[in-house]
């Protein structure tokens, strides 16, 4: 069997079983035990400490929790963290540089007024960077089906499609999030938690 | 919510998963791609105490169409499908449904098994296999067999799986080049679950008559199906506004679906109705565009 048990102070109630798993995040490996129902989107929250990632409506419609999974935006409310062993995942901290310079979509969400409270925001940064990534000069009816993808409640979704629309005017070279550069930058990294 | 407790496996060989499902019988779900199963789990609408991931199980992700036919590994990912050239090219009806299923994000990791063991109601995938006429192969410890839609697809989140087998592949039937075709779906918004969808499948004639029509109604309904009544009057007959016309009247009387939260079912029959009409033009459409 692929399982591998581990018997510590942290086993869960009823199972007693935790699993390995092993994976990249923002281009550092990871390995934690965990219960097998942890979400990945509350695995990296709470076991790593990349809260940058949020949580909305736990069933994949409202696009709070997006992440790239082996570089494809996907629902982090709809894996377990288990299922994400030798999975290389990116979140909305590397967006931006290293160096802190941000990512032309980032840039474009500030000068249009594109976000409010902010909740949703990380979602779909993470999506359209995923699709400027691959196209550059996406047309209207493109941006508009994949900011379809999120839900805002606060801005009304016009200075989101402002900005979106500003950055397909201005094609830069593409930029996807480079999870492999080194960062010292420690925010954007995995918590490294003591070892026991 | 968070999902209550269960046990995870992962194995990597089907006769490890026959044996994990003949041990624990119905306390036992299959995870395919979590994009049904895991927001049911969330919500606890639904508790397995134990998970067999399926996601390492050799033999289950193959693609191929060497002879004709399009066999799909059931964890075969919904995005596979969609990116696929031939599917594009020989199969343009379930290349035009898949990019319908949820969203962008769900298909990257939703499988195309997954979406039809789990017999939504309103789903894409069922749809357009029961108008393909694709078959399943199912297998257990007992051994494998193969059933046809209407016989795997029973009604709503229900199939013909014992709590012991798995759906191994499906396999489609080539789609006639000179076919026609046409996929509509009536929903809220983008990425919403279909209250009413139409999968509209023909073949025109030299002399301009309908042949081999299927139209397949899905929403409301346990589970879509194939309208005869709308199929029989389009079978021989040109394809004029009056018999469009009679086919939307046939399919607003004969699909009777359930009534949606705010929407009744007397309006989800005449969108019915109109999906039908309108699927059929854009069939017959690309049946005389064809070569």
């Known amino acids: ?196 | 919510m968070k999902p209550a407790p269960f046990r995870y496996f992962r194995p990597e060989h089907l006769e490890h998963v026959y044996e994990l499902l003949d041990h624990y019988g119905y306390d036992a779900k299959l995870l395919a791609g979590g994009q049904s199963l895991i927001p049911a789990m969330n919500m606890r609408l639904m508790a397995p105490s134990v998970l067999v991931d399926l996601a390492r199980v050799e033999g289950l992700t193959g693609l191929d169409c060497g002879d004709g036919f399009l066999e799909i590994g059931s964890m075969v990912r919904q995005q596979s499908l969609e990116r696929n050239p031939s599917v594009a090219e020989r199969w343009p009806l379930l290349a035009a449904a898949v990019k319908h299923v949820g969203h962008r994000q769900t298909r990257v990791r939703g499988t195309v098994g997954g979406s039809i063991a789990h017999a939504d109601p309103a789903a894409e995938l069922p749809a357009v296999m029961l108008a393909l006429g694709a078959r399943y192969e199912i297998g257990s410890s007992a051994g494998t067999r193969w059933v046809d839609h209407e016989t795997f697809v029973v009604a709503e989140y229900t199939t013909d799986l014992a709590e012991n087998e798995v759906l191994l592949r499906i396999r489609v039937p080539p789609m006639d080049p000179r076919a026609g075709w046409s996929f509509l779906e009536f929903r809220r918004k983008h990425g919403a679950f279909a209250l009413v969808g139409c999968v509209a499948l023909l073949q025109v004639s030299e002399g301009g008559t309908i042949a081999d029509p299927r139209i397949v109604v899905f929403g409301g309904e346990p589970r879509a199906r194939r309208l005869e009544e709308a199929e029989a009057l389009l079978e021989g007959q040109k394809p004029s506004e009056a018999v469009l016309r009679e086919v939307r009247s046939a399919v607003q009387e004969a699909w009777r679906p359930d009534p949606q939260p705010l929407v009744s079912a007397a309006y989800l029959q005449h969108v019915a109705g109109v999906l039908a009409e309108r699927a059929c033009r854009e069939a017959v459409a690309r049946a005389r565009s064809r070569p």
């Not at chain 1, 940058?52 to 963290?81: D, K, M, Y």
């Not at chain 1, 290293?98 to 976000?115: M, S, Y």
């Open chain 1, 1 to 196: 069997m692929a399982e591998r048990e581990m018997h510590d102070s942290r086993t869960s109630a009823d199972e007693g079983r935790l699993h390995t798993v092993r994976l990249r995040v923002n281009g550092r490996t990871v390995e934690r035990a965990v219960d097998p129902r942890r979400l990945l989107v509350d695995f990296l929250r709470h076991d790593l400490g990349l809260t940058g990632t949020h949580v909305g409506c736990e069933q994949g419609i409202c696009g709070a929790c997006t992440v790239h999974w082996n570089g494809e935006p996907v629902r982090s409310c709809l894996a377990f963290a288990v299922q994400a062993d030798g999975a290389e995942i990116t979140t909305i901290e590397v967006v931006a540089s290293e160096t802190g310079e941000l990512h032309p979509v980032q840039r474009a969400f500030i000068e249009h007024h594109a976000l409010q409270c902010g909740f949703c925001t990380p979602g779909i940064i993470m999506t359209m960077v995923h699709l400027f990534a691959h196209n550059p000069s996406p047309t209207e009816e493109t941006i508009k089906e994949a900011l379809g993808d999120h839900l805002c409640r606060c801005t009304g979704y016009e200075n989101i499609l402002r900005a979106l629309r500003s950055v397909a005017e201005r094609p830069s070279p593409s930029v996807t999030p480079d999870p492999t550069a080194g960062r010292g930058d420690r925010s954007a990294l995995p918590v490294q938690h003591q070892s026991r």
